[in-house]
């Protein structure tokens, strides 16, 4: 299928590793300018290289933590006038019990998952309205509709961000620009696996990820059957950045493997 955004620039906010590194391959693929993010530089500039020789097309890697203003301005000025932005972060991790979630881990919380990805947003929305056309897709989690006690500092920021997005989507979809978000589930990733101690220490296992992954099976029903990898939710973050989801707006997509029913 021809994605039809061949030549338009695109921005992977959190490009490096995982879900957003396999989003940004495969808008690669299809031939846009990349811009790719991340804050640890020695894995992005890896990331850039290999993506670039892979699909011959230009990758530009910009350090900045899209949870701080600096870190945003550098991506603002490396890359002003995107076609399309898609955005991902890690969270704090798991927080123990909900008592020890003291109001400092919130605010880091909130930063992250919720302001930094709004403030892309905002500083965008006016130069794709602009254009004429545009898309955003943030791949935020399941656990924004599916509240989890040990994901407080995950899905409580990532709820707001997607009722932000359900209101603004509506507001600025007659100027072109789209935004919608994608919801995983478990997802063998890097940042899964840097994970694994935390949660092989709460239930007291070995860390290695075999183990961990057939726990976390064994005790969550996934009706699919199996943990997905970073390419199993990439296809669907380049079709919602391409014309071809021109009417899809304002949308929460649960990619989970159906590991949770709901009607909505
Ligand atoms: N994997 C799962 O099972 C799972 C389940 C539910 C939800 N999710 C959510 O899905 C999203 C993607 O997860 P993943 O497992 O693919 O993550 P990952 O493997 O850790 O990759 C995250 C990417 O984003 C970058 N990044 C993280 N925080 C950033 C920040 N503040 N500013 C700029 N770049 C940042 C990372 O590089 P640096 O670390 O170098 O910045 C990396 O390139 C996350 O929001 C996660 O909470 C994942």
Not at 85 to 103: E, H, Q, R, W, Y
Not at 188 to 194: D, I, L, N
Request: charged share 20%; with cysteine; net charge negative.
């Amino acid at each position: 299928m021809d994605l039809q955004i061949k030549g338009k620039k695109a921005i992977m906010a959190g490009g490096s590793a995982g879900m957003g590194r396999a989003t940004a391959e495969r808008l690669a693929e299809a031939g846009v300018e990349l811009f790719i993010t991340a804050r640890r530089e020695e894995r992005l500039l890896v990331a850039a290289t290999e993506i670039s020789e892979k699909y011959t097309t230009s990758v530009t890697p910009i350090v900045a933590d899209s949870s701080t203003e600096a870190g945003r301005r550098a991506l603002f000025e490396a890359c002003p006038d995107p076609d399309i932005l898609a955005i991902t972060i890690k969270p704090p991790p798991p927080n123990g019990s909900f008592l020890d979630v003291a109001p400092d881990m919130w605010r880091e919380s909130i930063d992250t998952a919720l302001i930094g990805p709004i403030e892309i947003m905002r500083n965008y929305i006016p130069v794709m309205i602009e254009k004429g056309w545009g898309r955003i897709v943030n791949i935020a989690t399941f656990s924004a509709k599916n509240p989890m006690i040990w994901r407080l500092m995950s899905g409580p920021a990532r709820s707001a961000l997607i009722n932000y997005t359900a209101s603004v989507s509506r507001e600025i979809a007659q100027h072109g620009v789209n935004i919608n978000n994608l919801l995983p589930g478990m997802f063998s990733t890097e940042g899964a696996a840097e994970l694994l101690p935390i949660y092989a220490a709460a239930f007291d296992l070995p860390e290695d990820e075999e183990t961990c992954m057939n726990h976390f099976l064994t005790n969550n029903r996934i009706p699919a059957g199996f943990v997905a990898e970073a390419d199993d939710l990439a296809p669907m973050a380049a079709l919602l950045c391409s014309p071809l989801s021109r009417f899809i707006v304002g949308q929460n997509i649960v990619i989970d493997g159906g590991q949770h029913a709901s009607l909505f």
